[in-house]
């Protein structure tokens, strides 16, 4: 990895809540570290949020988590509050709200799941631990009882979910992988991160999700919208209280 780069431990296991790190620097945009389990806002999920602590005890709390504008490959974690104490080199443990990500995870994998179920291209997301939204390029009018009926199915049939990396040249290959008309997948790594939902799902994409489609829980269509005379907006939402 290249000095200065942030190693971005929830690429590959979206289960870690806390790791050991290093920091590499604290500007105006944040708190860098040299590996995290912290999420950057982007491909429509929102940022973590959590903690950085000490050895010593002190913390300071971590309200939203960036892609750094000035250090290519760089995270920033954005503080709540006040970062004094915090200085390059200090080892720190990192520690994301929990319950936050696990929400991010479970709309996450519900997004592509709606994909499966609405054949049609994406033009908007957004992902956070209250909703979820998809924006499908689309005229004809949606069903609300028909996509909770499928999301119901498709969770009760537990299907895993695993991510995989493919070459551009791959990808390229199979552009019909690529749903959306918003974010496009990072280029110039050499490599595309895709999710699969075995039998329902295949698309690049690099955020965090659920290992098994039942982790997802009770989610429901709580509304559908028509944006404009080409776009169909799906909110989800937690059917159960709280």
Not at 190 to 195: A, D, N, S
Not at 225 to 240: D, H, I, M
Request: proline share 6%; charged share 25%.
């Amino acid at each position: 990895m290249t000095e200065g780069m942030t190693e971005e431990l929830f690429r590959e296991d979206a289960a870690l809540t806390e790791c050991r790190a290093t920091v590499l620097a604290v500007d105006a945009e944040g708190v860098v570290l040299d590996r995290t389990v912290f999420y950057p806002l982007g491909g429509g999920q929102a940022g973590d949020a959590g903690v950085l602590v000490a050895d010593d005890g002190r913390s300071w709390p971590i309200a939203d988590t960036r892609k750094h504008k000035g250090r290519p490959g760089a995270i920033a974690h954005v503080p709540a509050g006040e970062v004094a104490g915090l200085v390059p080199g200090m080892p720190v443990t990192a520690r994301i709200d929990a319950d936050r990500r696990r929400a991010h995870m479970r709309f996450h994998t519900s997004t592509h799941l709606l994909c499966a179920l609405v054949p049609h291209p994406v033009d908007g997301c957004s992902i956070t631990a209250a909703h979820a939204r998809l924006d499908f390029h689309m005229t004809e009018p949606l069903d609300k009882e028909a996509l909770n009926a499928g999301l119901v199915r498709l969770v009760a049939e537990a299907h895993p979910v695993r991510h995989r990396w493919i070459s551009e040249a791959e990808l390229d290959a199979n552009p019909g992988l690529v749903r959306s008309m918003s974010v496009q997948p990072p280029r110039g790594l050499g490599r595309v991160r895709v999710l699969e939902i075995e039998g329902v799902d295949l698309q690049p994409c690099g955020g965090t999700h659920v290992a098994n489609t039942a982790d997802i829980g009770a989610v429901i269509v709580t509304k559908i919208e028509k944006k404009s005379a080409t776009t169909r907006r799906v909110v989800l939402g937690f059917a159960e209280p709280g």
